[in-house]
């Protein structure tokens, strides 16, 4: 039986870019390295326009839905995933959901229980947590304009609670750098397969942060949706607001970037962090783990920027009319069309 390499998460650790890798040269990896991007529960990434981006978000779902007593899907996805794995014979097979990020026990252990072989090594990317945390905010005001709630940071819980599942030997924990010269995505692949990777084709970089002057459109652009009283759950929608969003901070990407955290919580987020994996080493002892610890305790506050959100920013007229022709570009007029605005 192929060995099983579940790419748990966690968020804001290049995980669309690494789905978007997989699918886009699943043929090459099993004709060449043996390896299967499993086809069985794969879902598009509504985050993200690329067609090639899909992630076993489905597959979560499932996990989730037996873990409260639905077992039909779950069952369901269990029986193709050994047809699958049967009718193409793979080395080893890969599964990826981030969703799996902050999982309760119960729940990796059904998304676990959907495999055949029992030789499963997970794979879990993880970064310095202010960065993390940071990464999250944008995200929460790319999407609903406002940070609502206080981000944690679930790396260290989430390792142990996987390290409880399949042993610390099958774990593959990788720490995301900041200024890594590879793509990350390729360095996770790199991971699995124990050699370079030189001929596969690199993905885009996928939810870019935002930066003050976008991050104004942004906010602009949903007002007149909140206004006009529509939802943003209709899947077309959702698709031409990404679409106008990317557009925005494209346009603005060399404006400031868009920091979230003062440095007083930033110092604090960290010596957190310290605590944390201090206290986790009784359960983690992965070697892995040492530039992570030394990231944190060699961390230097005063090349951090202090927040800027609600920062007051000039807005140009060429500003505001390149906001006007990005209402009046095909994408609003088709939304119109279809009544979608």
Known sequence: MPDIYIHAGAFKTATTSFQLLM???????????????????????????????????????????????HHLKHQQFKKLIEEEIFEKKPDSVIISTELLTSANITLMKQFINLF?????????????????????????????GDIKQKVACPFISDLKKWAHLVGEKRLIPIYMEKNSNKSFAIEVLEKITKKPIKTYLEP??????????????????????????????????????????NKLIHQHQNSEKLITISLEEREKIIEEAIKELNYARKDLKHTNFKQYYQELNTFDLNIEPNINLGKKIHISNEDRESFYNCLSSPIVKRCLEKGYL
């Open 116 to 144: 055949p072989n029992k030789n499963i090594k997970i794979i879990y990317a993880y970064r310095r947590p202010d960065l993390y945390i940071d990464s999250m905010n944008n995200q929460l005001l790319k999407q609903k």
């Open 204 to 245: 885009q970089k996928q939810n870019e942060s935002i930066t003050l002057k976008s991050m104004f459109f942004i906010k602009s652009l949903q007002s007149i949706i909140n206004y006009s009283r529509l939802s943003s759950e209709n899947r077309k929608l959702h698709r031409a607001l990404l679409e106008l969003q």
């Open 23 to 69: 699918n886009k040269n699943k043929n090459n990896l099993l004709s060449e390295n043996g390896l299967l991007y499993l086809n069985t529960g794969l879902r598009k990434n509504l985050g993200s326009l690329d067609e090639y981006s899909m992630a076993h978000h489905t597959l979560f779902h499932a996990s989730r839905a037996a873990e409260n007593g």
